[in-house]
């Protein structure tokens, strides 16, 4: 029998910041939570930061995980907000490995690619499968479906690891 493993997904964001919690066991996906870190836009930035990294790690204290995945940047036509929304995903990042989770980091395509099976798959075709796939989510957010996205494609890529130290 195959031990399972929890996996947290991330979708940074300086407003919103989709999470997603699924177990793995052998091939099998079981969602056990998702939701979203607002955060005030009125705060400062700094504060907006020190938000993120704070839920961050009370998500990470609330659950037993094993590891996390979290969504690149992708950069953009505006290099000022792709600086700010790689500072709000280095603040999940510090918080996950405060926490001493192992973090893998993967781009948009190749989370898209993984749970949709191509990279070019829009939002509603993400979150479209995301349910599909873990029909126990119920509704969610294209935050939480996208973080969930993340930790579905980090599970994939999980397997992938332990079988490379097998």
């Known amino acids: 029998m ?10 940074p ?3 919103h910041t989709g999470w997603g919690v699924i177990e793995q066991a052998g091939s099998r ?3 056990i939570a998702h939701g979203v870190i607002r955060i005030d836009p ?5 504060a907006r930061l020190g938000g993120i ?3 961050i790690a009370t998500l990470a204290g609330e659950f037993t995980l094993d590891c996390a995945g979290i969504e ?12 700010k929304l790689g500072q709000a995903r280095g603040a999940a ?4 490995h405060n926490a001493g989770l192992n973090v893998l980091e993967f781009s948009p395509r190749t989370i898209k690619l993984a749970v949709v099976g191509t990279g070019a798959a829009d939002k509603t075709q993400v979150g479209f499968m995301v349910s599909r796939l873990l029909p126990k989510a119920g509704k969610m957010s294209s935050d939480a479906a996208d973080a969930l996205a993340c930790a ?9 690891l332990r079988r490379g130290a097998a």
């Open 42 to 46: 009125g705060l400062t930035l700094a």
């Open 72 to 83: 690149e940047t992708l950069v953009n036509s505006n290099p000022r907000s792709a600086l």
């Open 53 to 55: 990294h704070a839920a």
């Open 13 to 15: 964001g300086l407003r």
């Open 2 to 11: 195959t031990e399972a493993i929890r996996i947290l997904g991330i979708d």
């Open 29 to 31: 996906l079981t969602h």
């Open 93 to 96: 990042m510090a918080a996950l």
């Open 152 to 160: 579905i494609c980090t599970a994939h890529h999980a397997v992938a």
